[in-house]
Each structure stands twice: as C-alpha cells, then as structure tokens.
C-alpha cells in the first residue's frame, strides 16, 4: 500500500535529483565555457543516493552534457540508467565517493597550465590569494603515467589524502586537476581557482 509518507519520500529524492541534474549541467557548461577541456576531454560526476553517481559519457564534450545524455552508474561504472558509455574515469570518481564520504562532487579537466606545471613539479606552491583561502598546503601532484586511473593510482591519491585528508584538489601529470566540492558548482570553482593559479606559478617559476 502506498502511504502518504511514500509518496512524500519520493517526491522529495526526485527533487533532490533534479538539484542535482541540474548543479552538473551548471559546472559543465561553465567548465566549458572557461576553456578547461578540450575536444570530449575532462569528467563531471555528482553522487546521489544509494552509491550512484550522476556522470558524463564517453565521447560527450562538457558543453555538450545536457538532459538527454547524461547517465547514472554504480561506483564501479556500471551502467544502472541511460543508454551511452560510461566515461573512461569511473573507478577515479567512484574510488574518490567510496573513500572520501565528505566529497559531493569531482571535476577532472584538462587545462594547459595545470598539466605544464603537474609535468614539471611535484607539488605546486600556492601564490594567489584565492587559493590561499581555500587550502593551506601546497596542491600535490600525482605521478600517474596511465591515461586512465587504476587501482594502482588510487593507491597513489589515496596517498595525497592521508597527508591532507580536506584535500580540495590535485594535479595528475600529463593528465589535469582534480577538484571536488559539495556540489559540482563548488567543485568547477575550485578547477578555476587552481588554473588560475597554475598559471601564475609556471610564470613566477620561468623567471
């Protein structure tokens, strides 16, 4: 029989999608629009309830991600709604919401100042303020020469976080950044803040 408090229940976790569907087509498109990836490149996830994650397809560029492609998996990339092939990068973002329970969202993208400074460093220092503000430890690089991540690169970012475990956001060698927030929003924000801090450290650091 279905009672009130169902019916209640229901609509309010369709609500709560609806959030936040529309918080990752927000992030994609803003992502975008700032340049951070290019071609089909970079991954926007959000968890949802019951160990699922709301992601992007493979093939789909993020100003592309909209209402009619994007597809909900396991934390293990199973394909659970939807029709389209899951991104390459499931296990990162799976392995990141099964660990770290504080994580809402992951934006992995590609920007060409993240990935010039993640290839030459092992960390990069802070020098903007806007970075200053929402971390206090250099952002890690992880040396993962895969282009994709396996178990054995997760046991590499696993790593970063026993060191930090708030960490808001790392580099990848030859491979981007990733940044995570409560929302994907939150997580985009951060993306930005650390480009355009990349950008400011490979200068400082050519002179």
């Known amino acids: 029989m279905i009672t009130d408090k169902k019916v209640q229940r229901a609509k309010t976790m369709y ?6 569907k529309n918080d990752y087509i927000k992030a994609s498109l803003r992502a975008s629009r700032a340049g951070l ?4 490149g970079g991954n926007i996830s959000v968890r949802l309830s019951g160990d699922r994650m709301l992601v992007k397809p493979s093939g789909i560029t993020l100003g592309e991600a909209g209402e009619d492609n994007l597809i909900i998996t396991d934390l293990d990339g199973n ?3 939807g029709t389209l092939k899951p991104t390459k990068e499931t296990l990162l973002h799976g392995g990141l919401y099964r660990s770290y ?5 992951i934006v992995h993208v590609h920007p060409v100042c993240s990935i010039a400074v993640a290839n030459r460093f092992d960390k990069m220092e802070l020098v903007t303020k806007q970075m200053k ?4 430890v250099p952002v890690p690089v992880c040396k993962i020469k895969n282009n994709t991540i396996d178990a054995a690169g997760m046991d590499l970012i696993d790593g970063l976080f026993r060191d930090c475990q708030e960490l808001p956001c790392f580099l990848l060698e030859e491979h981007g950044l990733v940044a995570m927030g ?3 929003v939150d997580a985009c924000y951060i993306a930005e803040l ?3 801090n990349a950008k400011v450290f490979w200068a400082v650091s050519r002179q």
């Open 15 to 20: 609500l709560e999608f609806l959030k936040k």
């Open 37 to 40: 990836a290019a071609g089909t």
């Open 79 to 81: 394909l659970i709604e």
């Open 101 to 105: 329970p504080q994580i809402g969202a």
């Open 133 to 136: 503000q929402i971390m206090d």
């Open 182 to 184: 409560k929302t994907a």
């Open 194 to 196: 650390v480009e355009e």
